[in-house]
DNA sequence: TCCATCATTCATTCCAAGTGAATACTGACC
DNA sequence: GGTCAGTATTCACTTGGAATGAATGATGGA
């Protein structure tokens, strides 16, 4: 069975006639003849009544009639949906390092959602190296990442400048320079780590010697500042969302400079409507600020 | 688009691979590649991602891939739905005379219904030359009437003898033969009508001569009988239908010879699992009593 | 590094879709 | 009632597109 002679029957059984189906079809009439009875054939039923001029439909063929307009208008929403040129829609993953993820994204997220939401988003954390890599081999579409990354399979464009802050305990003793952190445990992400590497090279440039203790979540190293077992160093957003109630002082030094943010993505294809609608958002919102 | 294009999609994409694709297609990798790339051209969008080994599916592929699943299903199961050997289904157009519509044929109706819920019954009345018309030219797929047809593309069986039944009104004066109906009006169908013709050679041969005025509609005929004005031929279902509290009369002669009512169909085809459905239900029918 | 495996390209083969003339038939019209 | 325009169908033929198989280039694992 194939599309073809499914509009050919559909077209004969609408005009009722091989003759005229033969020219809707820009084809001629023996052609439409053999191919429907090659359907009927294969389907082991009469799909016409032969007699006199003209075609009467069967039962049987009243009853694939009406599949066959159902086959053939899904094949027509399928290529809507698939046009490139079309409204934002399917799904659209999207990963993102965990503070703009606790912070800055979510409501990007659902503004995003709000203004498309025939777009179905999936969303996923990781470190930058694991986000570049699923981009790369396609488990992603996208992704906010800290450092600035430069791929020839990837573009990118600013998401939002990130203001670091060195966080301590407020019951411990004031941070007022950066020979007061020599000695202190220093609680941060793993490498890699785009944060803990800015903090690394200002204490080296400053001789300072910290050890520094590796921990995967923003919740725990926050709750280890808090808790006056250490200070760390972390994105003003992840800051800014646990400081109340948790006795946090935060100090901002010019050396520790703003890290940005950015999004990125692979430049092939650019047949994407709803990763285009997303780093079209990105862009203006950046654009805005 | 064609299914085969849809099919070799589909295989691709479950399989994530053209090499495996196209062992499970029983053909050769050019063929699926060229083939695919040929899809792809006519959605103007790329279906999967190539790069390295292996195919990975792009998201308008993954949307696609939703419709493949869908418009193959259908065609399945459009097959299965036109299978002659399948469970009947679809419409079935029945037509019958007037007199069996009334009274023998409804019982048979709902009991068909009830055994096959999924055969959508369409239904109509007309007289005997108007039905086979019908079903010569496919506008029916059966009827009842009451004349045996003898034609060369019409299969037909007995669906019920049925008694007449001569009707007046109560406060006339008795018929106790045929001479009684001397000068009567007589109301009857119009011509053809097998009940008209039986009274008709009735009275012939007993050389009786009355007004036979015509009304195409039980309902009128009784009630003119009923309102003292003549009287009528009827099936004894009719009679018994209509006899409860409108002062009907009936009488029973042996020379008017019972009539038997008859199935009709077409003889073609044979690949309509709804028709012979009905028939088998109307021989077992006829087969009990 | 080599090698097995993969997708793809290209020239070729081959089959099925399409063509066009001939035929048989029907229904309408004079 | 006979003619004729219009119908579906059959058949031999052509053709376009699908399938093939070998060659190529690229990739990832050993």
Redesign the pocket.
Known sequence: M?L??IR?FKT?ANL???????VAL?????????????LEAELKVSL?Y??????CITPAGEVFLTYAEKILALTEEAKRAVDPTSEPSGPLRIGAIESSATSRLPPMLTKFHAQYPNVELQFKTGTWSQLVDDIQHHRLDGAIVAVNIDRPFLDNTTFFNEDLVLISSASADPIKSVKDIEGKAIFMWPEPCPYRAALATWLNQNKVKAPITSIASYGTIIGCVSAGSGISLVPKGVYEQYQSGMGLVGYEFEELVTIENRFIWRNDGGQFPALDAFTQMIKQNNHGE
Do not use: D
Request: with cysteine; proline share 3%; net charge positive.
């Open positions: 194939e073809a002679q050919m004969v009722g006639s091989v003759a005229q189906a033969s820009h084809c001629v009439p023996s052609n439409v003849t053999a191919r429907i009875k090659a016409f032969r007699q006199g001029r003209g075609l």
